[in-house]
């Protein structure tokens, strides 16, 4: 069953000067995977997501082109459709309120899990790269490059909160790039997780 389009006009404000947020820390940045909470109180919700800027819009710098930055502006015109990308039932009669978007770096050069740069204790990361056939930073973008997010806030107003026990993910379908979400759905009623992707779009709340 198709979940319902939340009846409202929603507001967005994109975060100024995009991509010059403040470094945080990231646990882990992994393209492709992002993570979704919802908290769900009396007669509103609030939806948070935050994942790899690369996810919404294929890369993780400042738009320095035209062509980039038209992808940014569509990127944050699909991200103001919570309808969308996260669709509710019907019956939960759920209208979107304030919007929030941004764009903004979660670190400086890659560090490891252990706390500390890669740089340096691997400084003659080229003279390894044969040992694995590859170089080590492969796995990421150049070396040194800022890593970016994209996070997202969503405020709901829902008569019947009671009636809100799935969501459907239309945001695999909005970002091909995008791989899986981490779920956490936190109510009165305790705490659902799980995860979805674009093989399992429909989420439902325990």
Partial sequence: ?????????????????????EKRQSDAHEHGHGTFQMVIE??????EIAVPAFDVIGFEHAPSTSAQRDV??????????PDILFAVPAAAECAIGRIEIGFGATGGDHDDHDGHDDHDDHKDHDDHADKDGHKDHDDHEEAG???????ASYHLA?????????IEFGYFEAFPAA???DVVILSAAGQSAGDVDRNKTVFRIE
């Fill in 179 to 181: 791989e899986e979400l």
């Fill in 42 to 47: 009396d007669d509103h919700a609030v939806i």
């Fill in 158 to 166: 829902c008569a019947h909160t009671e009636a809100l026990d799935r």
């Fill in 72 to 81: 940014l502006a569509k990127a944050a015109a699909s991200l103001s459709r």
């Fill in 1 to 21: 069953m198709k979940s319902a389009i939340w009846p409202a006009v929603a507001l967005m404000v994109l975060a100024d000067g995009a991509f010059a947020g």
């Fill in 145 to 151: 490059e800022t890593h970016s997010e994209v996070t």
